[in-house]
């Protein structure tokens, strides 16, 4: 069964430090993978996705990712926080019938100022 | 474009009640979608629809129904409702394929009492 594992449920980091949000996954075949933003009170806001080619996906507000096939894994990245990155984040799969999103839990973080 | 449009954002209910959470979306998505939220569960299905007179069952389906009679809108019925389904409601859409992220409402907080 398809699974998505967000080990951290929160990341505290400094404005202007690098960050990133611990994504590992499990699928049956080729794994198409989000990441998603939710700000207080919103809907869920995509951010970026890999589904084939290059490992280094980047996405919407500075934010990239990276596949790492062999480790299983698609941590979100930054090279620079900003207090406005403060949000919830999301990891997500698609099932293998291509019918649903499964998503983690959630990995929370707080940028200081 | 309003994108996906959910109503009510906030709604009270007490055990037993029944009611309806609206969804409806401009971008002529085939797949429309239901998640709820809860507090370090992540987002999980409900039901989900592939277009026009078609649905399925998400992960958690019991004490939901869904119909989907048009392409815009993706109603969501709670028959009796119980604490249990004390939630955030998320409506998203997506075009026809696997790939596409997903577009999701603002939320319904729903507290039953």
């Known amino acids: 069964a398809q699974s998505v594992a967000q080990p951290e449920d929160q990341v505290n980091v400094a404005e202007g430090n690098p960050l990133t949000v611990k994504c590992t996954y499990s699928v049956s075949g080729n794994p198409y993978l989000f990441w998603y933003v939710q700000y207080p009170n919103r809907g869920l806001q995509f951010l970026l996705k890999y589904i084939t080619g290059d490992n280094l996906v980047k996405g919407s507000y500075g934010f990239e990712a990276e596949f790492n096939k062999s480790q299983t894994s698609f941590h979100l990245k930054k090279p620079s926080a900003l207090v406005s990155d403060s949000a919830l984040y999301f990891c997500a799969v698609r099932d293998q019938a291509g019918t649903a999103l499964i998503f983690g839990k959630g990995t929370t973080l707080s940028v200081s100022s | 474009n309003a994108g996906v449009t959910q109503t009510p954002k906030f709604q009270v209910l007490k055990t037993g009640q029944s009611m309806t959470l609206q969804c409806a979306q401009d971008m002529n998505h085939e797949y429309m979608s239901w998640y709820r939220q809860d507090p370090g569960m992540g987002l999980r299905l409900i039901h989900y629809s592939v277009g026009a007179g078609i649905t399925d069952q998400g992960e958690v389906p019991n004490g939901y129904n869904v119909s989907r009679s048009t392409t815009e809108d993706f109603p969501l019925r709670l028959l009796s409702a119980a604490p249990s389904q004390t939630s955030v409601y998320f409506c998203?859409?997506?075009?026809?394929?696997?790939?596409?992220?997903?577009?999701f409402g603002e939320g319904s907080r729903l507290t039953v009492l």
């Open positions: 998203a859409s997506r075009e026809a394929g696997g790939t596409g992220e997903l577009f």
